[in-house]
């Protein structure tokens, strides 16, 4: 399977079978602009439609202060309520598309994972923390929480109870 050149994502095939994806924006801590939405649900589709020779994806940040600081702040600033909607619109589908991909998603979180970043995280099928992570929902004090995660940390939590 081929995937487009993405403006905010890099990836890689590093091993047989094995999607490595980073978000690529290390000089705001990778957090999510529109167009890094956009590419996430896109590549999400894509994969979840035809996987490929892919059994796994790794997703991390690129640099190594964060794996996501959450959502672009700075872009969000001169929004208007009818655009920041469509684009927090557009981070659900994205975040709900890892949960529909039929492959195991390893989130690898190489620093500071904070708001979405520690939903996205949260979405995946497993946790890989680095010593140096750090992970809050600092979209509390915004008053911008929806827990979007919070569902899939439920099943995730019950499921692995189970097992236990």
Known sequence: ?????????????????????RL?????????????????????????EHAGDWRCVVITGAGDQAFCAGADLKERNGMTRETWRAQHELFERAFWAVGDLP????????????????????????????????????EVSLGTFLARAQPRARWVSQRWLKSS
């Open 24 to 48: 690529n924006r290390p000089e705001v801590r990778n957090a999510f602009n529109t167009a890094m939405g956009r590419e996430l649900l896109d590549l999400w589709s894509r994969l979840t």
């Open 1 to 21: 399977m081929h995937l487009p050149a993405y403006e905010t994502l890099v990836y890689e095939t590093v091993e047989q079978h094995v999607l490595l994806v």
């Open 103 to 138: 492959l195991p998603i390893i989130a690898a979180v190489n620093g500071a994972a904070y708001a979405g970043g520690l939903e996205l995280a949260l979405m995946c099928d497993f946790i890989y923390a680095a010593r140096s992570a750090r992970f809050a929902l600092t």
